[in-house]
């Protein structure tokens, strides 16, 4: 049986990751809008995607580059988000 757009469109999980998805675009423009308030108007934004980066591989990098107690910069960023795709 073939589900119609409309109501795949309106399964509350799409719904919530739309909502999600927008609201973590929004993120680092208010982030480096509220850091950078006398500096003036915020010009760019990087926003990086680790597709396929999950914390074990962070983690064999970190190990590989820096040791098994060192810092990567990636570390040092305020948020990290984690997805899960069925």
Do not use: W
């Not at 399964?11 to 308030?37: D, G, H, Q, T, V």
């Not at 915020?42 to 962070?58: A, E, K, Y």
């Amino acid at each position: 049986m073939q589900v119609k757009k409309q109501e795949r469109d309106k399964c509350p999980m799409k719904i919530l990751l739309k909502i999600f998805l927008s609201l973590l675009l929004l993120m680092p423009y208010e982030m480096a809008y509220s850091l950078n308030k006398e500096a003036g108007e915020v010009r760019n934004i990087i926003f990086l995607i680790g597709d396929g980066m999950g914390i074990g591989q962070i983690s064999v990098f970190r190990v590989q580059k820096t040791g098994a107690f060192g810092e990567l910069a990636v570390d040092k960023m305020p948020v990290t988000g984690l997805m899960k795709v069925h």
